[in-house]
């Protein structure tokens, strides 16, 4: 189970810190990945990184404005997300699963879901 949070209104340019707490599984097992929605849109990668902590992967839109993490002890992944834009408002999923390197970007990568959080950058 993944249950995410940290998602909220922020004026752009400012920070928000996603969190997602996986309970169940084997979480050091797991690819973690970020992905977010517009209403009527599909849903979009976001961030990834490895089981191993050790590889992270972006999107190109958000490329040295967001860092993603993992933490083994709590089974935790974040995303902290700096300098944001109106067009990254958007619903935030985590999802995890054990995908290939080609499919890390994509949603059948992965086949745990969180809830989704909400997050509305203001101009």
């Known amino acids: 189970q993944l249950q995410a949070s940290g998602g909220g209104l922020v004026q752009a340019g400012g920070s928000l810190r996603l969190s997602c707490a996986v309970s169940?599984?084997?979480?050091?097992?797991?690819?973690m990945a970020w992905f977010r929605q517009v209403p009527g849109e599909e849903r979009d990668f976001v961030a990834a990184?490895?089981?191993?902590?050790?590889?992270?992967y972006y999107s190109d839109s958000v490329r040295g404005r967001f860092a993603i993490s993992r933490d083994g002890a709590k089974h935790t992944v974040d995303l902290q997300m700096n300098s944001l834009k109106p067009e990254d408002t958007a619903v935030y999923y985590c999802?995890?699963?054990?995908?290939?390197?080609?499919?890390?970007?994509?949603?059948?990568?992965?086949?745990?879901w969180g809830q989704g959080t909400q997050v509305t950058v203001s101009s």
């Open positions: 999802a995890a699963g054990t995908p290939i390197l080609s499919s890390l970007r994509q949603e059948s990568g992965y086949f745990h």
């Open positions: 990184i490895r089981s191993t902590g050790g590889y992270t």
């Open positions: 169940g599984g084997t979480f050091s097992r797991y690819g």
